[in-house]
């Protein structure tokens, strides 16, 4: 079996050196094994372990979700209601966020459409920005 460096494991997971240490820290990451100079030694399974850490983190999954789907992979023959609820609730999360964006466009797109590009002291970006109460969605 092949051992890798932290920096070909970096390398190979896409995964930065600082944060395969930060994995290693919150028990994301099981702590490698160490070889004679001390230099941590890493298997394929860390690799492929750091590579689902990382599609998970750019999903947007919170470390928490993500230590929970990591349990429910270390034990595949349960059934996966669980990872089901955890991307649901993501689903949800993520719904939310367009929302908001949303109304944020609309509101920025207003402030534009607004401006007269004449003078500060007649600027509805301006004015906008210090009266919220000016805003067309309260929430953005």
């Given at each position: 079996?092949?051992r890798?460096?932290?920096?070909e494991?970096?390398?190979?997971?896409g995964?930065?050196v600082p944060?395969?240490?930060?994995y290693?820290?919150?028990?994301?990451?099981n702590?490698?094994?160490?070889?004679e100079g001390?230099?941590r030694s890493?298997?394929r399974?860390?690799?492929?372990r750091l590579?689902?850490?990382?599609?998970a983190r750019?999903?947007?999954?919170e470390?928490d979700?993500?230590?929970?789907l990591?349990?429910?992979?270390?034990?595949?023959?349960q059934?996966?209601?669980?990872?089901d609820?955890?991307?649901?609730?993501?689903?949800?999360?993520?719904?939310?966020?367009?929302r908001?964006l949303?109304?944020?466009?609309?509101?920025?797109?207003?402030?534009?459409?607004g401006?007269?590009?004449?003078?500060?002291?007649e600027?509805r970006?301006i004015?906008?920005l210090?009266?919220?109460g000016?805003?067309e969605?309260?929430r953005?």
């Amino acid at each position: 079996m092949r051992r890798i460096t932290i920096g070909e494991a970096s390398r190979q997971s896409g995964v930065k050196v600082p944060t395969i240490r930060y994995y290693e820290g919150i028990g994301l990451l099981n702590v490698p094994s160490r070889s004679e100079g001390n230099q941590r030694s890493y298997e394929r399974a860390d690799i492929r372990r750091l590579a689902f850490i990382r599609h998970a983190r750019e999903l947007g999954f919170e470390v928490d979700a993500i230590r929970t789907l990591l349990t429910l992979q270390d034990d595949p023959n349960q059934p996966c209601a669980s990872a089901d609820a955890i991307a649901k609730a993501r689903l949800v999360d993520v719904e939310q966020r367009i929302r908001s964006l949303t109304a944020l466009k609309v509101e920025l797109e207003a402030m534009v459409a607004g401006c007269g590009h004449g003078r500060v002291d007649e600027c509805r970006v301006i004015e906008v920005l210090a009266d919220h109460g000016q805003c067309e969605h309260s929430r953005h």
